[in-house]
T-cell receptor, first 116, second 110 residues
Framework: DTGVSQDPRHKITKRGQNVTFRCDPI?????LYWYRQTLGQGPEFLTY????????KSRLLSDRFSAERPKGSFSTLEIQRTEQGDSAMYLC??????????????FGSGTRLTVV | AQRVTQPEKLLSVFKGAPVELKCNYS??????LFWYVQYSRQRLQLLLR??SRESIKGFTADLNKGETSFHLKKPFAQEEDSAMYYC????????????FGKGTRLSVIA
């Protein structure tokens, strides 16, 4: 296992198109997180899963954003009807939680989205 | 609500000089604080967390609950320390996602 993988690394899309990103977490990690990072800002939390359950989605930026983790392994983040303001780096992270103990997050390299 | 403040966008120091990257936080519960580092063209990496009280690459950070701070320190900066540093906060209860500050770019000048 080589860590958290994200695909694609870069995506250029036309405004109005839908895009989907994939994240493969570290296999033994039960928690998976999505973040967005724009230039000059720290990562901004979007949503997270424990196994296949989405525990928090109120911070998804709009109803155009949705995420799934159907089998508790990989996850997808979809943006519908993309806008230029969606251009950003989308980061995925995973971690292991046992009881109430949570370990440090491991981040992927991210998917850079450019909406033209 | 959680909030992390890193007041400096850029910090430039000379090689061998001490470094202090400031971080203040706001959180009503029991906080867990982290420092993450991002070297050029690399992914975010965990540098240290307050709960483990480790020293990584010569960096240390002490959680000061009275001042709600978690400043990152290193006595002698090295050129390879040049990177983007992010302070982050979650709740010890484990149900609070990690919230990041805006980051401080550290530039170590030879």
């Amino acid at each position: 296992d080589t860590g958290v993988s994200q695909d694609p690394r870069h995506k250029i899309t036309k405004r109005g198109q839908n895009v989907t990103f994939r994240c493969d977490p570290i296999s033994e990690h039960n928690r998976l997180y999505w973040y967005r990072q724009t230039l000059g800002q720290g990562p901004e939390f979007l949503t997270y899963f424990q196994n296949e359950a989405q525990l928090e989605k109120s911070r998804l930026l709009s109803d155009r954003f949705s995420a799934e983790r159907p089998k508790g392994s990989f996850s997808t983040l979809e943006i519908q009807r993309t806008e230029q303001g969606d251009s950003a780096m989308y980061l995925c992270a995973s971690t292991r939680m046992t009881g109430i103990t949570i370990y440090g997050y491991t981040f992927g390299s991210g998917t850079r989205l450019t909406v033209v | 609500a959680q909030r992390v403040t890193q007041p400096e966008k850029l910090l430039s120091v000379f090689k061998g000089a001490p470094v202090e990257l400031k971080c203040n936080y706001s959180y009503s519960g029991s906080p867990e604080l982290f420092w993450y580092v991002q070297y050029s063209r690399q992914r975010l990496q965990l540098l240290l967390r307050h709960i483990s009280r480790e020293s990584i690459k010569g960096f240390t950070a002490d959680l000061n609950k009275g001042e709600t701070s978690f400043h990152l320190k290193k006595p002698f900066a090295q050129e390879e320390d040049s990177a983007m540093y992010y302070c982050a906060l979650s709740g010890l209860e484990g149900n609070t996602p990690l919230v990041f500050g805006k980051g401080t770019r550290l530039s170590v000048i030879a």
